[in-house]
């Protein structure tokens, strides 16, 4: 299950950063092991199942779950990535502005836990970066601080495993170059994200978010034909999913049809 495209780098959009700048890292708290060992299996499996819904009520409990069992075996990254990638789908679903900042705090956390319990491993630095970039979005002022966090975490992930969440890094670093402010005020580059986007469908060329990021580069840069040609092959590519009950295509789908017909998707401001 791979974060939907329009999650990453979402808090790069907008008008422009803020002024102010607030730290986007602070440090999550200190995990300690139980005295007896928890079996934490039964409570990955039901988190699993219930993120499997996209309801958010259920996503809800399952980060809750997953929580749990972090805190009953906080080495187990298999239950601090599930954590993180439900946060990160919270933020994007919640309806206030205080849940979303909560699930994106929580987000950071688990990424900090990740990053603790596996140094190194390219998945922590992903849902970092991850994390990092919807933070942004709900807390504006740690924009700053953020960008260049969320760019070195995000190479961080392609270095080491470029294939992971189908072309993962690739994607959000296509879509963190397209969507961050350019110079001289950010690391924004459109070529650069064309060649993101461009890598992530050489790699998984089926995955509609894949080909959405493509779209997205290629408008950038002043292809239309070349980004409808790929927002259509996105939307093939969904439609399938959808027909074959993939929980996120729905949304892909209303993305990309905005896309086709002109319209820009607007974020709940609840």
């Known amino acids: 299950m791979t974060l939907p495209a329009r999650a990453i780098a979402l808090a790069l959009l907008g008008p422009g950063l803020a002024t102010a700048c607030a730290r986007a890292l602070v440090p999550a708290p200190p995990l300690t092991a139980p005295e007896a060992p ?13 993120y499997a819904s996209r309801d958010l ?12 069992a972090v805190h009953g075996n906080p080495h187990d990254v298999e ?17 206030s502005s205080a849940q979303r900042e909560a ?18 491993r ?27 966090r969320i ?7 392609q270095a080491g495993d470029p294939a992971m969440e189908e072309a993962g890094p690739d ?24 060649a993101h986007a461009r890598a992530a ?29 790929a927002y259509e092959k996105a939307l093939a590519l969904a439609q399938q999913r959808a027909a074959s009950g993939d929980p996120d295509a729905r949304e892909w789908i209303d993305e990309i049809e905005g896309k086709l017909s002109g319209r820009r998707r607007v974020p709940d401001t609840q």
């Open 38 to 50: 928890v079996d934490t299996q039964p409570l990955l499996a039901r988190a699993d199942s219930l």
């Open 57 to 68: 009520a259920q996503v809800r409990e399952s980060a809750g779950l997953w929580l749990e």
């Open 79 to 95: 239950a601090i990535v599930g954590l993180a990638r439900a946060s990160i789908w919270l933020v994007d679903h919640e309806p």
């Open 103 to 120: 699930a994106a705090h929580q987000a950071v956390q688990a990424a900090q836990w990740c990053e603790q319990a596996a140094v190194g």
């Open 122 to 148: 390219p998945a922590c630095s992903y849902w970092m970066g991850a994390a990092l970039g919807v933070q942004a979005r709900e807390r504006r002022t740690t924009a700053l601080d953020a960008l260049p």
């Open 151 to 157: 760019l070195q975490a995000f190479q961080r992930a």
């Open 171 to 194: 994607r959000a670093l296509a879509l963190f170059y397209l969507r961050a402010p350019g110079w001289p005020r950010g690391p924004g580059d459109d070529d650069q994200g064309l």
């Open 201 to 229: 469908v050489d790699r998984v060329p089926d995955y509609p978010p894949n080909q959405m990021a493509l779209g997205e580069a290629l408008a950038k840069t002043q292809d239309a034909a070349g980004s409808r040609a």
